[in-house]
C-alpha cells in the first residue's frame, strides 16, 4: 500500500475530509459511492463498483461470472469450489 504523507482528524460527527487532490487524482467526484472495508486495524476506502460479491468466497471482482440472469455471482475460486462440492455429491452436468 502506497503512502500518501496525509494525516487527517476525525470531527465530532465522525467524518473525515478527503482531500481535493487527492479526490482528483482517483476521480473521485462529489456524491461518489466508497466501499468501507476493515482489515485488521485498518479502514481501506475503495470506489464502489456495482460488481457483485461471490456467493460462495464474498470476492468482490469485475472477473466475477454471473449466472442464473443475476441471481448467482461466482469468483473462479468460488466455481472451482462450487464445482468439487458437486462432484463429491455425484452431480453431473
Do not use: W
Not at 504523507?5 to 475530509?17: M, N, S, T
Not at 462529489?30 to 468466497?57: M, W
Amino acid at each position: 500500500m502506497k503512502s500518501t504523507g496525509i494525516v487527517r482528524r476525525i470531527d465530532p460527527l465522525g467524518r473525515v475530509v478527503l482531500p481535493h487532490e487527492l479526490r482528483k487524482s482517483l476521480v473521485i467526484k462529489n456524491r461518489d459511492p466508497l466501499e468501507i472495508f476493515v482489515d485488521g486495524e485498518q479502514i481501506i476506502l475503495k470506489k464502489y463498483s456495482p460488481h457483485k460479491a461471490c456467493i460462495i468466497t464474498g470476492e468482490v471482482s469485475e472477473d466475477n461470472m454471473v449466472f442464473g440472469n443475476g441471481k448467482v455471482v461466482l469468483s473462479r475460486e468460488g466455481l472451482y469450489i462450487l464445482s468439487q462440492e458437486l462432484e463429491k455429491r455425484g452431480v453431473n452436468l
